[in-house]
């Protein structure tokens, strides 16, 4: 019963000063060692984020110019401040992305027909957060009336109709079309004269 008694009391001292010459070795390795090595167990340095400046003025671009099929319409990005190293430019068509569509200036396209464009305008410069800023819309871009097929064709490859025609009539017989065509009642409107068997598509294939 002694020895047991005893067995309890010595054990949590043997740890203790297992514990003690753990911390005295570790503190002499400390004490001994080189500058390089002392600097290793540092803390790591705090990281800082970087804080991009706003441009002090960004003002919204405007398009110049009559939004009508082959016509050009041109960007003006304004007077931004600080000067941006690097301005871009994107046309939209009903805020859909024209692809190619990237400079100053912008030649209406056939497809364009019916639908508002805008540009919007990217301005870039080291240390300042990008920004971007969309024109006001055109008024719906105006068609064209072609003299006869070759030419609306050469626009419209499958044709022009009217919105909310579904089939195309042959002598009064549903036929199948080879591809769909533009469907525009403006522009259907200005070449009616090239819908020959009137079933509501101008020049259909």
Known sequence: MLTRTLSNVTAPRRKAGALAAAIA????????????????IQPPAQVHAVTLASFRAAPIPRISGTPRVGQ???????????????????????????AGATGTTYRVRPGDAGAALTVTVTAKRASYQPAARQSAGTTQVTGLA???????????????????????????QAQALKGPPFFSTAVYT????????KDGIACER
């Open 190 to 197: 200005l070449n009616t004269k090239s819908d020959r068997d």
């Open 146 to 172: 072609y003299p006869n097929c070759t030419a609306l064709s050469a626009a419209y490859p499958y044709g022009v109709a009217k919105a909310g025609v579904k089939v195309n009539l042959v002598s009064g």
């Open 25 to 40: 070795l570790t503190l002499s390795l400390l004490a001994g060692s080189t500058p390089a090595a002392a600097a290793s």
């Open 72 to 98: 050009v319409l041109s960007a003006t990005a304004g007077a931004w401040a600080p000067a941006p190293t690097t301005l871009t430019y994107q046309w939209k068509r009903a805020g859909v992305t024209i």
